[in-house]
């Protein structure tokens, strides 16, 4: 694959920086090559991360994290020019450890993703109205390790957008390899606080393709189609837009 459509991009300081262009859509069109980005934390970029920030023409930033994430692992860089950055938390509650367990149940997860829709409706509307304005790409959106909230961002996008369910499940299996490298990080960057990290493994790690799938089911369960969803929260004209921006003829 040449390096205009490589799916996964390297960086020094994220594991799972991936390009959702490529992806087939139900009316035979493909979603755009190098415009939309997912993500883990991007808080620590280096030098060469920025650069290739730059030659990619990054223009946002959403950032998907609670407020105490922010707060405590930092923002994007404040000081890369020509990037605006927007803060829209789909949670400001992460499981506990008391959840932990419930990790390996796709069905608990599935509820989980779903609770972002409930709680995070208006910050998912936003983040939409932001990525369906042409002067705000290409756009990258993260969480903390790119896995759950970025995954229903990326799969509400891309369902939007008309991809069929089984490919917007690949694309969120895609992270399974990453979580492995994001561990390995958090291990070596919270070395005196191995034993609660060790605790967290099993939700960092859980990357289930019927996690996801149960996820789309419910949306469609919900609402009866995407397109209904879409109209019910009043998403219709910003869906449009997105077609219009991130989706090419095939």
Known sequence: MDALHARHVELETCCNFRDLGGYPTGDGRRTRWRTLFRADGLTALSPADRAV???????????????????TRGRFPADVAGVAYHHLPLT?????????????????VSR??????????????AALGVLAEPANLPAVFHCSVGKDRTGVLSAVVLCLLG????VIVEDYVLSKAAMVQVLERLQAEFADAAAEVARYAPVILSVEPGSMAGFLRELRERFGSFEAMADRLGWTATVAALRDRLLEPA
């Open 92 to 108: 400001e509650t992460l499981p506990g450890a008391e959840a932990v367990p419930d990790w390996d149940d796709t069905d608990f």
């Open 163 to 166: 991809v069929p369910d089984e």
């Open 112 to 125: 989980r993703y779903a609770s972002y829709v409930d709680a995070g409706a208006g910050r998912l509307s």
């Open 53 to 71: 920030l730059e030659d990619l023409g990054v223009r946002t930033v959403i950032d998907l994290r609670t407020a105490l994430e922010v707060d």
